[in-house]
């Protein structure tokens, strides 16, 4: 399962590298990360995808706000 976990973490990173401004993808790389006990990547995952998301408030694109159950999580994992 760790190199399950690992492998799944990998992917996401690969993904948010094609779109570096998905916040979704960016949370998922996240919990992918945490999975795969990457504490400080999914730290640094975390809080970009906040960042992110900060940004599409901003910029009102409701169509890529983070759900709140998800912006919780990263809250937790950004520490």
Partial sequence: ???HAR???ESFAAAVERYPHHAALLSE???A???A???EAAREAAQRAIR???LNRQAGHSDKYLN???LRRMKR???
């Fill in 52 to 54: 992110q998301d900060d």
């Fill in 33 to 35: 990360c945490d999975g």
């Fill in 1 to 3: 399962l760790p190199d």
């Fill in 29 to 31: 790389w996240a919990i």
């Fill in 68 to 70: 709140a159950d998800v």
């Fill in 37 to 39: 006990a990457l504490n």
């Fill in 7 to 9: 492998t799944a973490a």
């Fill in 77 to 79: 994992l950004a520490g």
